[in-house]
């Protein structure tokens, strides 16, 4: 940063000041005169401060800016998502009202892990259904194993036989069917309870919750039975708003630079993997979405820039990386002009290939640019 500083400070030198220069260096060269050494070039600021001659401009080699054929590059917003085919919500089967809960909001949970428990009259109904399931299968299971004796001796008709055995058929259906309620609802059949258990049903974060202590739960009651909604955030959505004009620019499976707001320095990889059909008619945008894997540190609702090479090449042009200042988030190369004068162009640069700076506007492709910026700022360092 010093080094900047005393390049603006030539820059903005009064007369009054450079005629004061002048003479002194005038005295010190005259000093000088019987010594062998090298005269060191001389910088003249000029009216203009982006503009400034030196008297041995041959010093400063100058290299002409190259053409070259390149996709463009296509920066959009967004905002971070999470997957919806990853988005599970945790139903509660059960009515009733919440007698604890064991999850909040933001947490991270397991797959199977218990969230709440809800006090309910369901299980005992659903036990009681149960119950008598068991009693009616072991009658008909009776009925049928008589209804067999009593045939194989001649004692009944086969037609009372077939009778039994789909009574005993539709009974064990009927069992069956009270153990999968049970099940479902959460109820242990071996130890009933009236307060039936909810799980999560897969790991991830719980990004929703629509329940609180003692609240209802259920259809019944509470009119939503989603009590939690539960994320797996290993991959994430990120939605952009591409405008109308650059959507030819992109496909299907394109490869995005991803960087979040909040860490500027890092660089992630994602893949497109839809294009809205449908466009916002107030500002003619489409919705596109990248997909990103999340190393965790991806938060929703995060803003990210995603850079998407275009699949349209264009002309640009390119010079050696030392040609280019970066100053101020500015970049800025020199060029000659007329009377040994450098004049301060700012342009505006892309990557870094191979030790060449991709310049993206600015300056023309062969057009010279002094080729090493640090040499030409060493001598205003030295006035």
Request: some cysteine.
């Amino acid at each position: 940063m010093m080094r900047l500083r005393r390049f603006h400070s030539i820059i903005f030198f009064t007369p009054a000041l450079l005629l004061t220069a002048g003479l002194i260096l005038g005295g010190c060269k005259k000093e000088e005169k019987g010594d062998a050494a090298t005269p060191q070039p001389q910088v003249v600021t000029t009216g203009d401060m982006a503009e400034f001659s030196v008297d041995r401009p041959e010093q400063y080699p100058l290299v002409a800016a190259e053409p070259y054929t390149a996709h463009a590059e296509l920066k959009v917003n967004g905002t971070v998502n999470p997957d919806i085919s990853k988005e599970i919500p945790v139903i509660s089967l059960a009515n009733g009202r919440v007698v604890d809960i064991k999850a909040r909001l933001d947490d991270y949970v397991k797959k199977g892990q218990l969230l709440l428990k809800v006090q309910s009259s369901d299980s005992a109904a659903a036990f009681d259904t149960y119950r008598k399931a068991v009693n009616d299968e072991r009658m008909s299971n009776l009925q049928y194993q008589r209804s067999q004796d009593l045939y194989t001796h001649g004692a009944t008709s086969k037609a009372m036989l077939e009778q039994a055995e789909t009574a005993e058929k539709d009974a064990e259906s009927d069992l069956k069917a009270a153990e999968e309620t049970l099940e479902t609802l959460g109820v242990d059949k071996e130890h009933p309870s009236a307060i039936v258990p909810v799980y999560a049903p897969i790991s991830g974060v719980i990004i929703q919750q629509n329940v609180t202590q003692a609240a209802a739960a259920g259809v019944t009651f509470s009119g939503s039975a989603t009590a939690f909604t539960i994320a797996d955030l290993s991959t994430v959505w990120v939605i952009c708003d591409v405008f109308e004009n650059d959507i030819p620019k992109i496909a299907r499976g394109q490869e995005a630079k991803i960087k979040l707001s909040a860490y500027p320095d890092k660089v992630f990889i994602g893949h497109v993997s839809d294009i809205g059909p449908v466009l916002d008619p107030a500002i003619r945008t489409a919705k596109v979405r990248i997909e990103v894997p999340n190393p965790g540190i991806f938060k929703v609702g995060m803003f990210v820039t995603a850079t998407l090479a275009s699949r349209q090449e264009q002309k640009f042009t390119q010079v050696p990386a030392p040609a280019v200042l970066h100053l101020h988030d500015r970049d800025w190369v020199f060029v000659p002009a007329p009377g040994s004068k450098f004049r301060r162009v700012e342009v505006k640069t892309g990557e870094i290939v191979n030790g060449k700076q991709a310049i993206l506007s600015g300056i023309q492709s062969g057009q010279q640019v002094v080729s090493n910026v640090l040499q030409l700022e060493t001598t205003l360092e030295n006035q």
